[in-house]
């Protein structure tokens, strides 16, 4: 299968880096080697290689077009990206065009923000949170994340 790709922005360089969906490791920018934002698309077809298979903790924001609160977290979640380059990974999941990824994790309510690590969802939190809250919450779940199995 075919493995998407996004366009990341180096924040060092400045270099426009294409990066995979899903990879070994994590991305980094082709010219000065700068940790890359990776900020991906996840779905029906790919959630278990793009979030389950990551060697990053994952935060992935279940959102749709339509959801007014959805919109208000997306500038946070995408500028956590940046912040943890190299550290977390961001997934967003359109729940319209993933129901069995939605099903199976019984999304009731968007946006609904899931942390995975080692293939394992570690947390969640439901509703548009404020910038700080969300920031904090998703520090405090990652670091209470159960390290990498060996
Ligand atoms: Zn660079």
Known sequence: MAV????????SCGRRNRV????RGHPRCSVCHADLPWLV?????????VVERSALPVLVDVWAPWCGPCRMVAP??????TERAG?????KVNA???PATSARHRITGIPALLVYANGREIGRTVGALPPEQLRQWVDATVSAAPSARP
């Open 41 to 49: 698309d996840a779905g029906d077809d790919d959630f278990t290689e």
């Open 20 to 23: 995979p969906a899903a990879a």
């Open 96 to 98: 319209d065009l993933a």
């Open 76 to 81: 946070v979640v995408e500028q956590l990206a």
């Open 4 to 11: 998407s790709t996004a366009i990341a922005n180096c924040p």
């Open 87 to 91: 550290r977390m990974k961001v997934a």
